[in-house]
């Protein structure tokens, strides 16, 4: 019903359908995601004949032509820093220390530092993997079946690009020109909120399975060991503490906020005698990898989108929508339901560049303040790192722990139910993501 409302509305002929079987079927053959949007983009603009191919170079370049950009390598490096200097195990310390008074102390320990670690790296794969290989095995000590022990880490670790800094708001904000420190600072309660309820979802969990035991300690004892941990880590904190002040007080930029933190980090490396010159070229290059793999995408979707819009498909998405129904309600449904689905089967950042000016006049159209549109976009989106046929989570904790996948996903369903509870909190109740904004932007 909606496809041929939109094709009657639009249009559509086969410089539309035969672009997008390409991009479906290189997707189904693991071509890389920028290489299949990329023969996408350049079939639809032979097709169309609506922008010259001369222009798709420049389109290229003047896609990731953006300041807010370098943010990106310089979190994702800052991030790799952390770990090899050994500063991330401080935080599993003090979340530990944190949580050890209550029962399924150290389940709640492993969501902490899963935010803990988002609060500086800004990706959630990179947190996966770090958090993964420090607690999963002390979490199958304490009780916790290893498959949940997975799922946990997985759900823990969606916060990555929900509790900013992002990459995700980064990279949304340069797709819809929104500021990034704009985004970052709508996106702290919600990305606290997800975190809460991962933590409240494993209380429960284990209250109900009885994985963890614990919750013998004095508060004598209990603050007494916080306080050795605090003491011997407290360093640790440094780097959030900067990328938080430097943003949130407008003294800096994301990208020099990133650019600090990677120098206090090595600074702070060699100081401790952690991190040798020897260990450089291995840091660099693994963010390196994880960099060459979203820059593409954005390069690749700019002439994509330009194709689009040419081609009247963002408008004539919200006509036929909106001719179905004009409930607000409804049609937020319906965003969140098209940006799960997305998430299962697609990565973050190719999403957001596709879908983000596809679903953002729809938005408008029904009066949906656009900073808050950006926040459960993203949410909704991270919903899908733990959710199959990709997710990206499920497949990182299932690499370094051997498990299978499906079983992660079945014991990851309580934290897609209260994950998709927030998203629905996020889109219906405004204050959430506009709270602590300037008056312009509520």
Known sequence: MLWNTLNQTVELG?????????FVVLIALA????????????TM??????????LVGESLFAGIDAFALTAVPLFILTGDVLVRTGLSR????????????????????????????????????????AVGRMTIDRLVESGYPRPYACALVAAGACTGILIPPSIAYIIIGLVLGISASTLFLAALIPGLAILVSILITNLIVNRIHG???????????????LRRSLASGWYAFIVPGIIFYGIFSGRLTPTEAGATAVVVTIMMGFFLKTLKLADFPAMLLSSAKVNGVILPIIAFSAPLAEALAIMGVPQGFVTSVTSMTDEPWLLILLMIGI???????????????????????????IGMNEIQFCI????????GFITPPLGLNLFVVSGITGESILKIAARAVPFVICMFIVVLLIAYIPGISTTFLPEIYQ
Do not use: Q
Not at 45 to 54: C, K, N, R
Not at 350 to 362: D, E, F, G, R
């Open 339 to 365: 940006l799960i689905a997305a998430g299962c089967v697609m990565e973050t950042t190719p999403n957001i560049v596709i879908l983000a000016p596809i679903l953002k006049p729809l938005a408008d159209n």
């Open 14 to 22: 086969w410089d539309f359908y035969l672009p997008v079987i390409i």
């Open 90 to 129: 401080k935080f599993l310390d003090v979340a530990e220390a944190l949580t050890n008074f209550a029962k399924g102390g150290f389940g709640s320990a492993t969501v902490l530092v899963c935010g803990m670690f988002a609060a500086i790296s800004g990706s959630d794969a990179a947190g996966a993997a």
């Open 31 to 42: 071509v890389p995601v920028w290489s299949a949007i990329g023969a996408a983009a350049i």
């Open 45 to 54: 603009l032979i097709m169309s004949g609506d922008l010259p191919l001369s």
């Open 211 to 225: 994985y963890e035991g614990g919750g013998n300690m004095s508060f004598m004892e209990w603050f007494a060991n």
């Open 376 to 383: 459960m976009m993203i949410t909704a989106l991270g919903v």
